[in-house]
């Protein structure tokens, strides 16, 4: 049974950074793409980033320079680094994969592809 699992959301002062966890059991994600997306309430969800089977990497236009996606293969852990972080960037936050390849364009961009879910990490923003 595959189960993700996302730590670290919080509350933050606006300028200030927060490093997002999603550790996987039951799916091994050193050649799987996956992706973190968020939904902000009365919004629709948003793809983040996405890092694809081998390594590609894309992100929303609107955190690029301030937020950094990794894994870790050894702790099969997917990593998403926030910094800059603005009061728009509130959101409840979830870690997603699939289970066939793909690149980190489309992990990004196809979240309805993707085929297993965390149950997310609410990060809070205050300006």
């Known amino acids: 049974q595959v189960k993700l699992v996302e730590s670290g959301g919080g509350s933050v002062q606006a300028g200030g950074a927060l490093r997002l966890s999603c550790v996987a059991s039951?799916?091994?994600?050193?050649?799987?793409?996956m992706g973190w997306f968020r939904q902000a309430p009365g919004k629709e969800r948003e793809g983040v980033a996405g890092?694809?089977?081998?390594?590609?990497?894309r992100y929303a236009d609107s955190v690029k320079g301030r937020f950094s996606i990794s894994k870790d293969n050894a702790k099969n852990t997917l990593y998403l680094q926030m910094n800059s972080l603005e009061p728009e960037d509130t959101a409840m936050y979830f870690c997603?994969?699939?289970?066939?390849?793909?690149?980190?364009?489309?992990?990004?961009?196809?979240?309805?592809?993707?085929?297993?879910w965390g149950e997310g990490t609410l990060v809070t923003i205050s300006s």
């Open positions: 997603a994969g699939r289970n066939t390849g793909c690149t980190g364009n489309y992990a990004l961009m196809n979240s309805h592809a993707m085929n297993y």
């Open positions: 039951g799916y091994t994600i050193s050649n799987q793409c």
């Open positions: 890092i694809g089977s081998v390594g590609s990497i």
